[in-house]
């Protein structure tokens, strides 16, 4: 059963970091600006397609390495909480900062939601990775719910900001 929270877990991951990579390398300068209020200086540029390339790789691990998907979930693990350090010093030192997470032109300050959902990210890193080795006899309806559940939950964080302007 652990193997297909795991997998749910991985899929939503993959989801989320996904929208992101292909947002930002779409559009990556709203993305830089944003990177220019959490690291100033010279290593702007660095860093921000460091994160890009992360993400990157969290999707290519978890597909090239179903069901366990081990290395994507160490790798959402660091991103997502470097993220989650990132935005909470952004916040504390009033730095400001935008969140152009997904490659958006516009975007909502950073706030205590983005904290909180890269931090759901990183439990849902760390409970991926708990199950990647429980491999038993797998069953293709299980892969495909957990599958389901993973995106579905994926796509919802993706749009949280847009939901949250909308109801608010």
């Keep these: 059963m652990m193997i297909y929270t795991s997998i749910a877990c991985m899929a939503l991951l993959a989801t989320v970091f996904g929208m992101s990579f292909l947002g930002k390398l779409r559009n990556p300068g709203p993305f830089i600006q944003t990177m220019r209020s959490l690291v100033p200086g010279p290593s702007t540029i660095v860093v921000a397609y460091s994160v890009i390339g992360a993400e990157g790789l969290v999707v290519l691990f978890f597909l090239a390495s179903m069901p366990g998907a081990e290395w994507a979930a160490v790798t959402g693990f660091f991103l997502s909480g470097g993220l989650t350090i990132a935005f909470t010093l952004a916040m504390r030192r009033m730095r400001g900062g935008h969140c152009h997470c997904f490659?958006?032109?516009?975007?909502?300050?950073?706030?205590?939601?983005?904290?909180?959902?890269?931090?759901?990210?990183?439990?849902?890193?760390?409970?991926g990775y708990a199950g990647h080795g429980r491999v038993g006899e797998l069953e293709a309806h299980g892969i495909a719910a957990a599958l389901i559940i993973g995106v579905t939950i994926?796509?919802?964080?993706?749009?949280?900001?847009?939901?949250?302007?909308?109801?608010?």
């Design 154 to 168: 994926g796509s919802l964080t993706v749009i949280m900001d847009d939901l949250f302007v909308m109801l608010g």
């Design 103 to 127: 490659g958006r032109s516009t975007a909502l300050r950073y706030s205590t939601r983005h904290v909180v959902r890269n931090l759901l990210l990183f439990a849902a890193a760390v409970t």
